[in-house]
């Protein structure tokens, strides 16, 4: 119904800078949010930013808040995060979510890997 698909992973040194995109297709008529999660390797997986498809007002974790942007292109159903001064602990799976008011559901990305590391 919705297909997610996340981009722009990759291995970045500490204090370095990535981008990350989302793009949904399919039913993107009622997109009510689309947010990153991150996830590493036996822990749970956590909210990082969020975009609220209405006005396009945002949210961050406090982890990340003064590093990370979050952005659209509505034209292409796509959201953006912008990591700066990224740090060890950044080090993640990041995976786009879309919430579908219409559908009254999420759906997900299959994720994208950030390694920051020396």
């Known amino acids: 119904q919705v297909q997610v698909v996340e981009s722009g992973g990759g291995l970045v040194q500490p204090g370095g800078s990535l981008r990350l995109s989302c793009a949904a297709s399919?039913?993107?008529?009622?997109?009510?949010?689309m947010g990153w999660f991150r996830q590493a390797p036996g822990k749970e997986r956590d909210f990082v930013a969020r975009?609220?498809?209405?006005?396009?007002?945002?949210d961050y974790a406090d982890s990340v808040k003064g590093r990370f942007t979050i952005s659209r292109d509505n034209a292409k159903n796509t959201i953006y995060l912008q990591m700066n001064s990224l740090k060890p602990e950044d080090t993640a799976v990041y995976y786009c979510n879309v919430y579908n008011y219409n559908l009254g559901s999420s759906f997900w990305g299959q994720g994208t890997q950030v390694t920051v590391s020396s």
């Open positions: 975009l609220w498809w209405t006005n396009g007002s945002t």
């Open positions: 399919g039913r993107t008529a009622g997109t009510y949010a």
